[in-house]
């Protein structure tokens, strides 16, 4: 089919990237003579009809930052036929060919809805958690550099003092990020389930206390135990000080490493030329070749 039309969207939790993979899909519509627009907010652009076109004075200077210059967001009130609805005609009524989705599994899932009610749509896997059934998403990359960066800081510190630390690291429910950053920092103290073993870490903890050599890093995933309330426990158990960190948004923000923005660049551009095709598939990197999958295999949790 002939593409006129597009409008991209950023969904769910931004991921460093995004600005790139909007530059990409805005260079391929500018070589195809095709109309670029943005929804506001994710999903929520959609219901609103909040719209605006693309050109290069909103990307210039923002390519290389992290966040989202379409502003991304989460949208309960998609979740809703009624909003669904309104937003599917919006998409028909400001005749749309295509829709490009950015963002994690559950803006799949609501990627899925549009298709099967008759939306050509594609998606690229933008999260920072991994959790989507390629080798990498957009951003990991780029959040993993972020961590071991920041990590690096706080262990200069802690040398100083000889203390360690508590770090609660983001990923949801994926491990991904977390057992990435701990290879690179070369530690094995990672919890990612609520019932870890606290023997076994306070045993790990006070062996690498008597080599007097590293200091004791324990990386936490989200939500799975209170990073202050178990620095406090190791301390007390320990008797070395064990600082808590919670990294937060400083693991997603800044600059897109060279890995993520060619990632985003060459995945829009190949979003845009697969459109014309209807397939209604997400294009993410497996080793180093951008791949199509059907929405259904992309789902890894
Ligand atoms: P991410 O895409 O990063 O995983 P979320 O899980 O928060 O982020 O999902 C982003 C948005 O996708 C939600 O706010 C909602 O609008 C939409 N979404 C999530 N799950 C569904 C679903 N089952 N059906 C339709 N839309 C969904």
């Not at 210039?60 to 937003?87: D, E, H, M, Q, W």
Request: glycine share 10%; aromatic share 8%.
């Amino acid at each position: 089919m002939q593409i006129k039309k597009v409008v991209v969207l950023t969904s769910g939790g931004d991921a460093p990237g995004m600005n790139s993979a909007i530059f990409g899909i805005w260079k391929e519509c500018l070589d195809k003579n095709i109309e670029l627009y943005g929804a506001i907010g994710g999903y929520e652009g959609l219901i609103d009809n909040n719209f605006i076109k693309i050109d290069y004075s909103i990307l210039v200077g923002r390519i290389n930052r992290g966040g989202s210059v379409l502003k991304s967001g989460r949208s309960p009130r998609f979740l809703k036929s009624t909003y669904f609805n309104r937003a599917l005609k919006n998409l028909k009524d400001n005749k749309f060919d295509g829709l490009i989705v950015l963002g994690g599994d559950g803006s799949l899932r609501g990627a899925i809805e549009l298709r099967d009610a008759g939306v050509n749509v594609i998606s690229i896997p933008a999260t920072i958690d991994n959790d989507l059934n390629f080798t990498y998403t957009l951003g990991y990359d780029t959040a993993t550099n972020n961590i071991v960066s920041v990590i690096d800081n706080i262990t200069d510190s802690l040398n100083a003092f000889g203390y360690g630390a508590v770090i609660k690291i983001m990923g949801r429910n994926c491990t991904d990020l977390i057992n990435n950053v701990a290879k690179s920092i070369n530690t094995d103290l990672v919890i990612t389930k609520p019932d870890f073993d606290m023997k076994n870490l306070i045993k790990k903890i006070n062996f690498i206390k008597k080599q007097q050599t590293i200091p004791p890093i324990v990386l936490v995933l989200e939500d799975v135990a209170d990073t202050v309330a178990l620095a406090s426990t190791l301390q007390s158990e320990c008797k070395i000080q064990m600082r808590p960190h919670i990294l937060g948004y400083i693991q997603r923000g800044g600059s897109p490493s060279a890995f993520d923005r060619r990632y985003g660049i060459t995945a829009g551009k190949l979003a845009v030329e697969t459109l014309k095709d209807k397939e209604c598939v997400m294009i993410g990197l497996i080793g180093d070749n951008l791949t199509k999958k059907p929405f259904e295999e992309c789902f890894k949790i």
